[in-house]
């Protein structure tokens, strides 16, 4: 079994200020980690992901997370935030082999304010 | 290359009818995975499809079913609707089975049942 929690449901921050979106999970196997994010009436679009190697991973848009397996984390970061950031995140978790069910977090939304 | 697609946008039903909702994946992509997204909530899993079988299920009743076709495409059915079931229904096309694969999501189905 496995579950993800996302720590603040809301998250307000002004234009230009970093920010740091938090994600802990829980399973009893090896696992995979992704940051989506959703924007208003859309679907979900993958940020970044964690499968093996280097823990620090970083999205094309600036957005980077870090994959803490001693503290069972994976906190998204931004150094400075657009207002075209402002969506909903999801941290999701998936267990190694066999098929893919993940879990999904109950997400965090950002609001960047100019 | 088209993206993911679902039909329809949004509709009503009743408590107590029967939904069909449709997906159509990305090309190329041969599994399938459906999720319902209560308001404010992360996307939960209902059921995955890999080369028209059942790969994996969720924690949801046997009124919801699904089928996958030769093509690909996909079909979410829910019997017996309750008012519960109102969501955003998301569809999301891989690959491959396998957690490691980008998921690519649709832009959803709004479910409202009255």
């Known amino acids: 079994a496995q579950s993800v929690t996302q720590l603040d449901s809301q998250v307000p921050v002004f234009e230009e200020a970093p920010v740091e979106l938090r994600c802990n999970y829980s399973s009893s196997v090896s696992v995979y980690l992704f940051w989506y994010v959703q924007y208003p009436n859309q679907g979900l679009q993958l940020l970044l992901k964690y499968l093996s190697g280097s823990t620090l991973v970083e999205s094309i848009n600036g957005f980077e997370a870090e994959f803490n397996k001693s503290q069972t984390s994976f906190h998204l970061r931004k150094p400075s935030v657009h207002i075209s950031d402002t969506a909903e995140y999801f941290c999701a978790v998936s267990g190694r082999g066999g098929s893919y069910i993940p879990t999904f977090g109950r997400g965090t939304s950002l609001i960047v304010h100019p | 290359e088209t993206g993911v697609t679902q039909s329809p946008t949004h509709l009503i039903k009743t408590r107590g009818q029967q939904v069909t909702l449709r997906c159509s994946s990305q090309s190329g992509h041969n599994t399938v995975s459906w999720y319902q997204q209560a308001l404010g909530q992360g996307p939960q899993f209902i059921f995955q499809y890999y080369r028209e079988e059942e790969n994996g299920r969720g924690n949801f009743p046997p009124r919801f079913s699904g089928l996958q076709f030769p093509n690909y495409s996909s079909e979410l059915n829910v019997n017996a609707l309750e008012l519960d079931d109102s969501a955003l229904y998301l569809c999301?096309?891989?690959?491959?089975?396998?957690?490691?694969?980008?998921?690519?999501f649709g832009p959803g189905t709004r479910l409202t049942v009255t």
């Open positions: 999301a096309s891989s690959l491959g089975q396998v957690a490691s694969y980008e998921q690519y």
